[in-house]
């Protein structure tokens, strides 16, 4: 299988060669140049496969010129012990057709695990393919759970560096402390004095910067990114939407030949979109509901068609999606065009140039077809993370706790009530402010230290703190850089010339 970009002016290449380049030389993402199928067999015995043969079969599909063998190294690198438990990603059922897909139960604590845990394995099978001796120096672009997952994933990993950019003030103090004490040899972390957009652009106008790359090139690195416009970060994400199927029928939550709906909190549109591939691939989901914060540019364009990012930039309580340029509707808008890159490009331009673009209505309809959208403002969050926790006792975080208010609104706006899955994107303990703020009240949670908070909701829900969480606060602090957005690839140059 070759991939393609959906700029269409770059050649096709190997799944190793995309996920080694990150993004296509035209500025492009990379794509299948077909989409496979599903087989039968998997469809038909889906409850009887654990995660990692899961993995094989659905990983098989995508990466062609990967071996069996090769695979199934990789995958039991990634989801073993890192993982607290052996489903991986279990599904909590709250109520009769209410389940949570638990997808933090990695060594970071957030749904970025599932795929940076095996993403370095998969680039090292890449590497050794192409006869790269040069070394991989990864571009990661975080609002927060990304750069952490990438920094554990990569940490001395030989051959490999990693360069994490974070918006200084929009991260939640944990998020923080788990970067700035990263260990590891080949680390970096760097807070930028602006926000994820900006960290973003930066990243990719020097993955896109030819010049740039060839200097590098001659120094002996080249680049890659760690971010979900990686090929090889959205396809791992696929196979917990087939465990999550597994499971409801499994728990008989859903019977066989039953559809269902998936709920994502929704930033750069990666993991929604990989829901939607699991459905392209055969996953029974009727519905996919993009759920946003504040930041509502995604709301705004699947209900109305237009693309606007000229907007105010909220900092909210669920910092992993304050995002106003979602990378990854690049994918997704490639279908919506029929497959035609000059479309993509020409609505690409349109977004740098103006920072806007309008569907067709045909395109529009296409779209609605599948996704369904609503957003939570900051009050309704907290309310929804209190809510779920006297109906069902159960601890959400504040992204998760979008992806259930915005659950309600699409009940109550259409009356579907088959069974959903909401994808549970990351612990509470992460965001200890936003869910003290609702299970005791505003004040404690501004005046109470976030360590002492994390104790205090432990005890209350009965849920213990992940062992990496709580250590945190003990360690060294080993990454201090602070810099304006504009000095992202002369600070790039400064780590690289060590
Ligand atoms: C990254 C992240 C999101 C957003 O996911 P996208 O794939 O960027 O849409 C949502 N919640 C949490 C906790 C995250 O870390």
């Known amino acids: 299988m070759r991939y393609i970009s959906t700029r269409g002016r770059s050649g096709p290449v190997t799944v190793g060669e995309a996920f080694l380049n990150g993004l296509a030389p035209d500025g492009g993402l990379f794509l299948p140049e077909s989409f496979p199928v599903a087989p039968e067999t998997l469809v038909k015995t889906i409850t009887d496969w654990n995660y990692q043969e899961l993995a094989s079969v659905i990983l098989g599909l995508f990466l062609t010129d990967y071996t069996r063998q090769e695979l199934a190294a990789c995958i ?34 957030a749904f970025k695990d599932l795929a940076l845990q ?42 490999t560096k990693v360069i994490v950019f974070f918006p200084e003030d929009g991260v939640s103090t944990v998020q923080k402390r788990q970067m700035i004490t990263q260990e590891g040899r080949n680390t970096f972390v760097v807070g930028v004095r602006g926000n994820f957009d900006q960290a973003q652009a930066g990243v990719k106008a020097l993955l896109a910067d030819g010049r740039f790359r060839e200097e590098m090139a001659a120094a002996g690195k080249s680049f890659s990114s760690a971010n979900s416009i990686n090929w090889g970060r959205l396809v791992p994400q696929l196979v917990y939407y087939f465990k999550a199927w597994a499971e409801l029928l499994r728990q008989q939550a859903l019977a066989p030949g039953e559809t269902f709906n998936v709920v994502v909190p929704t930033g750069n549109f990666g993991n929604i979109l990989a829901a939607y591939y699991g459905k392209k691939l055969g996953l029974p989901i009727h519905k996919l509901i993009c759920a946003s914060n504040q930041n509502n540019v995604l709301t705004d364009f699947i209900r109305t068609g237009v693309y606007n990012r000229n907007r105010h930039f909220y900092q909210t309580i669920s ?104 994808a549970a994107t990351a612990s509470p303990f992460k965001f200890n402010r936003g869910v003290a703020a609702a299970l005791f009240s505003p004040e404690v949670a501004e005046q109470t230290d976030e360590f002492v908070l994390m104790e205090k909701l432990s005890a209350a829900s009965g849920v213990p703190v992940p062992p990496g969480l709580s250590s945190l606060k003990e360690k060294p602090i080993r990454h201090r850089r602070v810099i304006e957005p504009e000095a992202m690839a002369e600070t790039v140059r400064k780590i690289l010339d060590q």
């Open 319 to 422: 910092p992993s999606m304050d995002i106003l340029v979602s990378s990854n509707l690049e994918r997704l808008l490639y279908e919506l065009v029929g497959e035609d890159p000059r479309l993509v490009a020409a609505y690409m331009d349109q977004l740098r140039r103006d920072g806007s673009y309008r569907l067709t209505a045909e395109e529009k309809a296409s779209l609605e077809e599948n996704f369904w959208a609503g957003f939570a403002s900051e009050r309704e969050t907290t309310a929804a993370i209190k809510a779920v926790y006297d109906r069902y006792h159960y601890l959400i975080d504040p992204h998760t706790a979008v992806g259930y208010k915005v659950y309600e609104d699409y009940q109550e706006a259409t009356g579907d009530r088959r069974p959903v899955v909401i």
């Open 118 to 159: 095996l993403l370095p394995h998969l680039l090292g099978v890449a590497a050794e393919k192409s006869q790269r001796r040069q070394e991989l120096v990864l571009l990661v672009a975080t609002s927060g759970d990304t750069g952490k997952a990438a920094l554990e994933g990569f940490r001395d990993v030989p051959g």
């Open 76 to 109: 039991k690198k990634a989801y073993g012990e890192q993982f607290d438990t052996p489903a991986v990603t279990p599904v909590a059922m709250v109520g009769e057709n209410l389940g949570f897909l638990e997808l933090w139960h990695g060594p970071t604590c």
